[in-house]
């Protein structure tokens, strides 16, 4: 029920045209705000310098396509926003086939799949075409009427922030994506996910406070840093880059760059007791925002799971990563992942032992009061081996390392033996 949810979300996403800036950036964090009625719109003008960036123009798109003499369309914007390239100059021209295939991108190990192309930074115009198609095009005996309908004008980047206060100020930092038009794993999947997961966090106690944000993938997070570096620095304990939530091949996880942050940690204590076969790939490969939230001087605790990682799936970066390919399931799977490390990160903390030496189980309704073999295994070892491990040193999370046991598990227990006296909460 939950992943039927968040795909129809995903649907009403799908068909609008995003980039790094314009309307549907705002268009897409509108409709995010009816599910998180709290999440506030920012805005950082074109020209506004942010780090060793700059915020370019802003981008907007109205039609785009190419025609014959006849009138036939062979290019049509409006059936695929994929096929203007992203930030295009407008444009209005009869060119050769000649001509416009110097102005064409296409894929020729993918000749039915329209490719993701983008030129935010240098001004230039393009369509994206399916290969085969490209080569019917080259054959065309007549021109082509080239038009792109857009504007390029002193405007903004938007990005979306959501802040759920706790009850510390130590934050964890949730960061996903929204400039990516009609691409469904990467990366509608990402803030659908964060979306769902951010109400969930709402409805609930907060021990840690939590900073949702729906940005422009790459300019966003630079734009948000150079705002905000040292208040990040000073109270992120944790993060995560949420990022293709949505298939059901794979699970990922992608380390933050120093590799055993808290983060880290409870990342791969997760997909350990509940995703089987699970790949972890090298910071080497990084290509999101974890890039700018962990580059030396911010060096921030934020890592990523996802199902199939960005660059490994055929589909990626195409028109192929459509609504199909992201399923209720794979949706629904990895928001109860992010709840489990979540889950763990605001549970984890450091006890101790109250009494010296093993402690008398039994007088306290936690032993067997009959002994045989293997009324000692199971709940009972598990909880022992917490005993005496709960030293003011280890934490919760690094325990149920050593115990091998789910951390939900072993919070349980924990609170169990508090509860009886025999554990102290020390510290965070």
């Not at 907007?60 to 003499?69: L, S, Y």
């Not at 490969?285 to 199902?307: F, H, K, Q, Y």
């Not at 763990?344 to 306290?364: D, F, I, S, Y």
């Given at each position: ?42 805005e950082a003008s074109s020209g506004t310098s942010c780090l060793d960036w700059t915020v370019p123009r802003e981008w907007n798109i109205r039609d785009a396509w190419v025609e014959d003499e006849t009138g036939k369309k062979w290019v049509d914007f409006r059936q695929c926003n ?145 705002r905000h570096l040292e208040a990040l620095k000073a109270k992120v304990v944790a993060g995560y880059v949420l990022t293709c939530c949505g298939d059901e091949r794979a699970w990922s996880f992608l380390p933050s760059r120093a590799g055993n942050s808290l983060a880290d940690r ?127 040193e280890h934490d919760l999370l690094s325990i149920a390392e050593l115990v091998g046991a789910p951390f939900t598990r072993c919070l349980e227990i924990a609170e169990k033996l508090t509860a009886a006296g025999l554990l102290a909460y020390s510290s965070d």
């Amino acid at each position: 029920m939950m992943g039927r949810s968040m795909h129809a979300l995903l649907s009403r996403l799908y068909p609008i045209c995003r980039s790094l800036t314009g309307e549907g950036v705002r268009r897409t964090l509108s409709i995010l705000r009816e599910y998180l009625p709290g999440l506030e719109i920012r805005e950082a003008s074109s020209g506004t310098s942010c780090l060793d960036w700059t915020v370019p123009r802003e981008w907007n798109i109205r039609d785009a396509w190419v025609e014959d003499e006849t009138g036939k369309k062979w290019v049509d914007f409006r059936q695929c926003n994929l096929h203007a390239v992203g930030y295009s100059a407008p444009v209005d021209a009869w060119l050769t086939p000649e001509e416009l295939d110097a102005c064409l991108y296409s894929l020729p190990e993918q000749p039915r799949a329209i490719p993701y192309v983008t030129s935010y930074y240098a001004p230039r115009w393009g369509f994206c075409v399916p290969h085969e198609l490209r080569e019917k095009m080259k054959k065309h005996p007549g021109r082509f009427h080239a038009v792109i309908d857009s504007e390029l004008k002193q405007g903004s980047l938007t990005y979306g922030e959501l802040a759920l206060p706790g009850e510390t100020d130590r934050e964890v930092l949730l960061s996903t994506y929204i400039c990516h038009p009609s691409m469904a794993n990467d990366n509608l999947s990402g803030p659908v996910t964060m979306a769902f997961l951010a109400r969930w966090l709402s409805e609930r106690p907060r021990r840690l406070t939590y900073r949702a944000l729906f940005i422009p993938e790459t300019l966003g997070s630079i734009v948000y840093l150079s705002r905000h570096l040292e208040a990040l620095k000073a109270k992120v304990v944790a993060g995560y880059v949420l990022t293709c939530c949505g298939d059901e091949r794979a699970w990922s996880f992608l380390p933050s760059r120093a590799g055993n942050s808290l983060a880290d940690r409870a990342a791969r204590h997760v997909l350990s007791h509940h995703t089987p076969g699970w790949v972890e790939y090298s910071f080497l490969t990084r290509g999101s925002d974890e890039r700018n939230w962990c580059a030396p001087g911010v060096d921030l605790p934020v890592a990523s799971i996802m199902r199939s990682k960005y660059g490994t799936f055929p589909e990626y970066h195409t028109s192929l990563d459509d609504l199909s390919l992201v399923t209720d399931k794979g949706l629904s799977e990895a928001l109860e992942v992010y709840k489990l490390c979540l889950e763990a990160l605001e549970g984890n903390a450091v006890w101790r032992a109250t009494r010296l030496g093993e402690p008398q189980l039994g007088k306290r309704g936690l032993y067997p009061t009959v002994s045989f073999a293997g009324s000692a295994e199971g709940w009972v070892r598990d909880m022992k081996n917490i005993l005496a491990y709960s030293d003011g040193e280890h934490d919760l999370l690094s325990i149920a390392e050593l115990v091998g046991a789910p951390f939900t598990r072993c919070l349980e227990i924990a609170e169990k033996l508090t509860a009886a006296g025999l554990l102290a909460y020390s510290s965070d």
